[in-house]
């Protein structure tokens, strides 16, 4: 039996070092995309997570309030409670409707009767736009969509709100 060590030279450790270094990177490389690609198969959908907004269907009534709420949101490994808005209100026929309160031009954000000339309306001040009480955009104003409308559920009284839902422009 030889008890001779086995020396590793100078050019088998550089070959060694960079083989594991450019693997490595490699790998580095190939997860992003990968990642990409699969994450969307993986992830649950958003559209049935609806959330407690904190607002019971008796304090809704027929003029429109705004509501915020925060959702907790996890990309990866960060975490944040992003808000969100909107403005509720009963029609009619006594159902809850729930606004986005995102223009649809520019994105600002709108109030009702935000304009002492334009009252029963939801008003934008960044480019003077307006929406009907039910969201609906004024035409030969800046918007050309109404408002988004959220998802929601009534669970025992309280409002539970989704995802906004776009809608085809007037
Ligand atoms: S962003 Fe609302 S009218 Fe332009």
């Not at 705004?66 to 990309?75: A, F, G, L, P, S």
């Amino acid at each position: 039996m030889s008890n001779k060590k086995q020396q590793v030279s100078r050019r088998q450790f550089l070959n060694y070092t960079l083989t594991g270094v450019g693997g490595f990177m490699a790998a580095g490389l190939l997860v992003s995309p990968l990642r990409m690609a699969i994450d969307p198969v993986l992830k649950h959908s958003s559209s049935g997570d609806f959330v407690n907004v904190g607002i019971s269907v008796d304090e809704i009534n027929d003029t429109p309030q705004r509501i915020d709420w925060t959702v907790e949101q996890v990309d990866g490994w960060y975490k944040s409670e992003p808000s969100r808005s909107a403005w509720v209100y009963k029609d009619e026929n006594g159902d809850v409707v729930a606004l986005s309160p995102i223009c649809t031009h520019l994105g600002c954000v709108v109030s009702w009767e935000g304009s002492d000339q334009h009252p029963d309306h939801f008003y934008c001040p960044c480019h003077n736009g307006l929406y009907t009480k039910d969201g609906v955009n004024v035409p030969g104003t800046p918007p050309l969509a109404p408002l988004p409308v959220y998802e929601q559920e009534i669970r025992d009284g309280i409002l539970f709100l989704g995802n906004p839902i776009e809608r085809e422009g007037a």
